[in-house]
Structure formats: structure tokens, C-alpha cells
């Protein structure tokens, strides 16, 4: 039996009573020293075994503009050219990277801070050109993660934490969608472990209406899913999310949550939190 193989078995052994958490956040707590500290906190505070995903474009925009690089969007996208993908790597690898790993030793937890290069953890596809070129930005592809590597890590007693930069395995570093690399994190460890993917955001979670943080769905199933968009009662902004939410279901994941990152620290005490999107509500 190859390395490879024994390796294999295992990780399934170690992974066959552990939970995992992917949790991503988004620039509403990183962008708040005081909402990231207390997030931190209470994400410390979970059991089990943890993934910290996020990117930082406020911050990204900020330096680049300090640097007098101007920053290019299209329909929300960032165009990443050579300039752009320095800032972003500076800024997203290192500052925001490094600093919530400091936060997180503080709590006493051993966290490591990971670009996708790293480890070979991520690797990427530039995206190809169509109407628009984005530069250097890499889309997830099948096979990108390596969840065997990143199991190790885990079973070492690391949280990782994963910026959105990852490769192409040719020395080409690729600016990469925070959300899609949580997905897709979630969907390929999901073989090794009973995973559960979390995307923290400024809303409680999925709203009936977008104005009132009271209307909040707190469970949805593929059948409630498709009776809501029928009678058009969720946010078009939410449906892309939702609907890569139930990809990753449809994939392995156990469950996707998408709430309010000062409420993750109800997960501990077993309390609601936000919207839990499964197979069966």
C-alpha cells in the first residue's frame, strides 16, 4: 500500500467523530477592530475543528488608493492587474492575514496563517478571457483543494487561516473569490469530515424582508428554497449565495448557516443562529 493510501486511511479514521467549521467572513468585521476581536472571541470559543476564511477589499481599495493605484470594478468584480494583485497579496496575506492569527493566539489558539500556495493547499485557473479580462484571478476548479494536506494540519492541532490568494502551480499567485474558496473547502473536506460551512455577514441571515432584521427564515430545504424564489420573497442579492450554498449540500456538506457574525457565539451554546440551509429542514 502506497503512502498516499495509508495516509488516506488515515485521515478517514481521524475524521470519522470530528466536526469541521468553515466559517467565512467578509469586510464588516474586518474592517471593525471591535467586531473582530469579539468574532474572534467567540469563533476561539467553538469545539471542534475550524477553517478561517476572508478577504479584506475595503482594505485592499484603501492601500491601493494610498499607493495611487486605482482601483477597477466591474458589476462588483475587482480587476486584478499585476499592481492590484501586489496590494491585494500585501494586504490580504499579510496585513489582514497575519494580524487575525495574532488575534487568535491571543485566545490561545494555534492558528496559522495560508495563502492557497502555501502547502499547495488551493490551487487555481486564471480566469479565461471572455468580454471582460479580469487579470489575475483564479477560479476554483475541480481538484483544487487538497484536503488531504490540510487534514494533517488539522489533526497537528492548527486553524488554519486561509486569505483569498491562491496559485496556479506555476509560480503565478491568483486573486480568488473569499465565498467560492469557502465552498469549496467545505465541499472537499466534507469527505474526511462532518462539515459545516458558515458564511458571517451583516444581516441575521436570510431576511422575508431586507428592511427588517425581524422577518428572518431561520431553515430552508431545496423544496422551501424553490417555493421562495417562486413567489420572489428573497432578495435577488441573496440567490447567488443561496444557490452555491445548496451546491455545496448537494456535494457532501452537511450544512450551510448564513448569519450575523456578533451571533456565532450562540453555535457554542447550541442556540439558533441565523439561516441553516440542509437537505431537510
Known amino acids: 500500500m502506497s503512502k498516499i493510501d495509508t495516509d488516506h486511511i488515515k485521515l478517514d479514521k481521524l475524521a470519522s467523530n470530528n466536526a469541521l ?11 471593525n477592530s471591535e467586531n473582530l476581536y469579539h468574532f474572534l472571541k467567540d469563533f476561539e470559543a467553538l469545539e471542534g475543528n475550524k477553517i478561517l476564511v476572508h478577504g479584506g477589499g475595503k482594505v485592499a481599495t484603501q492601500m491601493a488608493e494610498d499607493l495611487g493605484i486605482e482601483s477597477k470594478m466591474v458589476d462588483g468584480r475587482r480587476i486584478t492587474d499585476i499592481e492590484t494583485l501586489r496590494v491585494v497579496t500585501m494586504v490580504y496575506g499579510g496585513l489582514i492575514n497575519k494580524n487575525i492569527v495574532a488575534q487568535l493566539q491571543r485566545f490561545g489558539n494555534n492558528a496559522i496563517g495560508l495563502t492557497g500556495a ?20 483564479g477560479d476554483i476548479v475541480k481538484e483544487s483543494i487538497n484536503p488531504q494536506n490540510i487534514g494533517k494540519l488539522l489533526d497537528a492541532g492548527f486553524t488554519p487561516v486561509f486569505c483569498a490568494i491562491t496559485h496556479d502551480g506555476d509560480g ?3 486573486n480568488t473569490n473569499a465565498d467560492t474558496i469557502a465552498s469549496a473547502l467545505a465541499v472537499s473536506l466534507s469527505a474526511l469530515y462532518e462539515t ?44 447567488p449565495k443561496l444557490d452555491n450554498a445548496f451546491t455545496a449540500i448537494s456535494c457532501g456538506v452537511k450544512a450551510v448557516i448564513i448569519g450575523k457574525s456578533d451571533e456565532l457565539g450562540q453555535l457554542k451554546d447550541k442556540k439558533p443562529f441565523g439561516t441553516r440551509l440542509t437537505n431537510n429542514a
Open 172 to 174: 503565478q499567485l491568483l
Open 21 to 31: 467549521y468553515i466559517i467565512k467572513i467578509g469586510g464588516n468585521v474586518i474592517d
Open 196 to 239: 459545516t460551512l458558515i458564511y458571517c455577514f451583516e444581516k441575521k441571515g436570510v431576511l422575508k424582508d431586507i428592511n427588517d432584521e425581524e422577518s428572518l427564515i431561520s431553515e430552508i430545504d431545496p423544496e422551501r428554497y424553490e417555493q421562495l424564489k417562486e413567489e420572489k420573497i428573497i432578495h435577488s442579492g441573496m440567490l
Open 118 to 137: 502555501d502547502g499547495n493547499f488551493i490551487k487555481a485557473v486564471k480566469r479565461p478571457v471572455k468580454t471582460i479580462d479580469y487579470g489575475y484571478v
